[in-house]
């Protein structure tokens, strides 16, 4: 955990404020982008910031901190000559107790000291992955702040186009998060496990989720309450372990435990075979005919072993990109197979 003391004391480091230093390479810019433009490009569709938002050339958002809300900002410092983030309380407790809580929140959620270098190691021997981290360079997969929102918003995003679960988990948020007002702006903050545990599967119908989601989340909502749901002691457990104490949870399906492993509990070896924008990506970028099965994906992913998460969220980043760029793409790697075949 960083010592927030001593950095809010470096002269180059604003008050109410730390740097972290971060593993090279690191780029901060593409770790934001699949989060702020979520497919906006392909889709051809804009979408307003719902909980992570980009202002003033900060990434910002609401975290709970001591029982307390918390606006926070994340930048990269133009002054240092190694990798670094300085976070700065923008509304909330600026004190030393309350940085070190907020560094540690930080470093987690983008993965400051992880080493990525093995992947770029393993991702040399694969045509398409070396294409896609050489352009995508430094990018991290960035993890939610918390689990049980990320559990509710797979829930919700599962079945359902990207525009549709846009508008759901909107209106989720503005029916049951307390906002946030800063400087004249409003920022969202997502629900607590107390406010959609009292809440009935009607009320939630309302707001176009369907009858077994509704059921779901509630009844997660209730065990997070009751503790017989511990969803952030889950990042203390082996992926294994994990992946079975959220599958126990009626309407967490193997997909849902997937996403969840991969954004928000760090595992740097899941494979959501059966997701329908992975599979497109890799027909696309191996040069398949057909969109490959789950077993297909899963052959095709023994060369990512380790590295499965970060192999998945390079080739879903894609979808950041507009159509024109990935057809490129696709078409050099064509050829640069066939040059490799002589």
């Known amino acids: 955990m960083p010592n927030a003391k001593n950095m809010a004391n470096d002269p180059a ?25 979520p497919a906006k490009l392909l889709h051809r569709r804009h ?20 029982g307390q809300r918390v606006l926070y900002g994340v930048s990269e410092p133009q002054d240092m000559e190694k990798p670094q983030l300085q976070v700065r309380v923008l509304s909330g407790p600026d004190d030393a107790r309350s940085l070190q809580g907020l560094g540690a929140i930080v470093q987690r959620q983008f993965s400051t000291e992880l080493d990525i ?4 190691k393993l991702a040399e021997r694969d045509i398409a992955l070396s294409r896609l981290v050489a352009h995508f ?75 077994p989601k509704a059921r779901s989340l509630i009844a997660i909502a209730r065990a997070v309450l009751d503790g017989s749901l511990d969803l952030e002691g889950l990042r203390q457990l082996d992926p294994a372990a994990a992946d079975a104490k959220l599958r126990a949870h009626k309407g967490v399906d193997p997909a849902t435990a ?4 991969l954004r928000a509990l760090g595992h740097l070896n899941c494979l959501p075979a059966a997701d329908v924008a992975l599979q497109k990506a890799i027909q696309r970028f191996y040069g398949l ?54």
Request: some cysteine; proline content about 7%.
């Open 117 to 120: 270098s093995p992947f770029y």
């Open 13 to 37: 480091t604003p008050s109410g404020a730390l740097r972290l230093p971060v593993r090279a390479p690191f780029s901060l810019a593409h770790t934001l982008r699949f989060l702020l433009s």
């Open 137 to 211: 360079r430094g990018m991290r997969i960035l993890q939610s702040p918390s689990v049980f929102e990320t559990l509710v918003s797979a829930i919700l995003e599962r079945q359902v186009n990207l525009t549709f679960a846009y508008q759901v988990k909107k209106a989720l948020i503005e029916a049951y998060g307390l906002p946030l007002e800063y400087e004249g702006s409003r920022y969202s903050c997502f629900p607590e496990p107390a406010a959609l545990a009292i809440a009935t599967p009607r009320q939630l119908r309302r707001l176009q989720i369907s009858g």
């Open 47 to 66: 979408y307003e910031p719902l909980l992570d938002y980009y202002e003033e050339g900060e990434y910002r958002r609401v975290a709970e901190l001591n």
């Open 258 to 261: 997937q996403y969840v492993a």
């Open 289 to 342: 005919r057909k969109q490959p099965t789950p077993t297909r994906v899963e052959q095709i992913a023994r060369a990512w072993a380790g590295w499965r998460s970060y192999a998945t969220f390079y080739l879903w980043a894609t979808y950041c990109e507009d159509r024109s760029w990935n057809e490129r793409l696709a078409q050099e790697i064509k050829a640069s197979r066939r040059r490799e075949k002589g």
